[in-house]
């Protein structure tokens, strides 16, 4: 079965082609560059320039597949959560598609998405395990028990672990989004330069808090002299990230413990950071387990991850009514 899906739900315009939920046979992103200079998404910017990219953008995914419509047997596309009018225009184009054709149609939660995108990358993972899903607007611990089956273990009580990064890289003059310049920047730091702290909300539950961080960081910036800033900023971004990781690394190894699984699956644009990556993979090692991580380009915001979870509900004969609306908070389940 051959899925074309839709992902517009923030600033990235994608399109994909997936073959039987595993082969990615494209996978088109434009990541908008309109928001740039206003430092943060602006909803309705965003919005207009998926409207301006959508076709092309769809037409570029069937030609690198090497394909046309009438060789796609299903649509997927994202329907929540995410900006409401973002949301829209690959929600409304992709039923239009289906209409059109009079094939299937599927309507696909955005955090499912992410968790497909570790079945895409490895076909064997399996259907146990815990899935830690860091991305720029959720920071959640999930139990998989299957396709379709998911616990959510614990989430952030503030601040998403990805919107700490961008606001850090704001603070540091990185610019919008941070993640991956922090990640970058780091590599040239030292840390251990400061100590920042490491939030614990509630250490028996599996909750993360990251504005404590955000604050820390910026309270300490404030003592800085324009050439202390270009002297370490390196060395902060390095501290900063040290702590956003070592968050993620200690709650993720509890949940493993509470769940008694033996696999960790990261997802969402933060699974994209080297640190991240490293740390966790060493310590699953540690406790024997294993750590599965999409490629970069599958962490962050693409339809591929969205193809590959439609694929799942469109093998199943489910279908989605072209009546469904774009849900901005829609929850996981
Ligand atoms: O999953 P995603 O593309 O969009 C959302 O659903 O939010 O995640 C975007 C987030 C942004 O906050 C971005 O700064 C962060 O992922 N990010 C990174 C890295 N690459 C992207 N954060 C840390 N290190 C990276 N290498
Ligand atoms: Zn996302």
């Not at 644009?269 to 990556?277: C, F, I, P």
């Given at each position: 079965m051959i899925v074309l899906g839709l992902e517009t739900s923030c600033d990235e315009t994608s399109a994909a082609v997936v073959a039987d939920g595993r082969?990615?046979?494209?996978?088109?992103?434009?990541?908008?560059?309109?928001?740039?200079?206003?430092?943060?998404?602006?909803?309705?910017?965003?919005?207009?320039?998926?409207?301006?990219?959508?076709?092309?953008?769809?037409?570029?995914?069937?030609?690198?597949?090497?394909?046309?419509?009438?060789?796609?047997?299903?649509?997927?596309?994202?329907?929540?959560?995410?900006?409401?009018?973002?949301?829209?225009?690959?929600?409304?184009?992709?039923?239009?598609?289906?209409?059109?054709?009079?094939?299937?149609?599927?309507?696909?939660?955005?955090?499912?998405?992410?968790?497909?995108a570790n079945r895409l990358a490895h076909p064997d993972l399996g259907e146990s395990f815990v899935t830690l899903l860091v991305s720029g607007g959720h920071t959640m611990l999930i139990d998989v028990n299957g396709f379709g089956d998911y616990r959510v273990l614990g989430k952030t009580v503030d601040d998403a672990a990805g919107e700490a990064f961008d606001k850090v890289a704001k603070l540091l003059g990185l610019g919008y989004p941070g993640g991956a310049a922090i990640d970058r920047l780091a590599q040239d730091g030292n840390p251990s330069y400061v100590r920042f702290p490491r939030a614990i909300p509630d250490p028996k539950r599996l909750v993360f808090s990251y504005s404590g961080l955000k604050t820390a960081v910026g309270l300490h910036l404030k003592g800085y002299s324009a050439d202390e800033m270009a002297v370490h900023r390196a060395d902060i971004a390095a501290s900063f990230q040290e702590a956003a990781v070592d968050m993620l690394c200690d709650k993720s190894l509890r949940a493993l413990?509470?769940?008694?699984?033996?696999?960790?699956?990261?997802?969402?644009?933060?699974?994209?950071?080297?640190?991240?990556?490293?740390?966790?993979?060493?310590?699953?090692?540690?406790?024997?387990?294993?750590?599965?991580?999409?490629?970069?380009?599958?962490?962050?915001?693409?339809?591929?991850?969205?193809?590959?979870?439609?694929?799942?509900?469109?093998?199943?004969?489910?279908?989605?009514?072209?009546?469904?609306?774009?849900?901005p908070y829609q929850k996981l389940g």
């Open positions: 082969t990615v046979l494209s996978n088109i992103i434009h990541s908008q560059s309109v928001h740039h200079r206003f430092g943060g998404v602006v909803p309705e910017l965003a919005s207009r320039e998926h409207i301006r990219r959508i076709i092309p953008i769809m037409d570029e995914a069937l030609a690198a597949a090497g394909l046309t419509l009438d060789d796609i047997d299903g649509y997927a596309a994202t329907f929540g959560p995410g900006l409401v009018g973002a949301l829209l225009v690959g929600l409304s184009f992709a039923k239009a598609l289906a209409y059109g054709s009079d094939k299937p149609f599927y309507a696909v939660n955005h955090l499912e998405g992410h968790i497909a413990e509470v769940t008694g699984k033996k696999i960790l699956a990261l997802s969402g644009g933060v699974a994209a950071n080297s640190r991240l990556r490293f740390k966790l993979d060493e310590a699953c090692r540690r406790i024997g387990a294993r750590l599965i991580v999409p490629p970069p380009e599958l962490c962050t915001d693409n339809a591929a991850m969205i193809a590959a979870a439609g694929y799942y509900h469109l093998v199943r004969g489910e279908q989605s009514p072209f009546t469904v609306n774009a849900v």
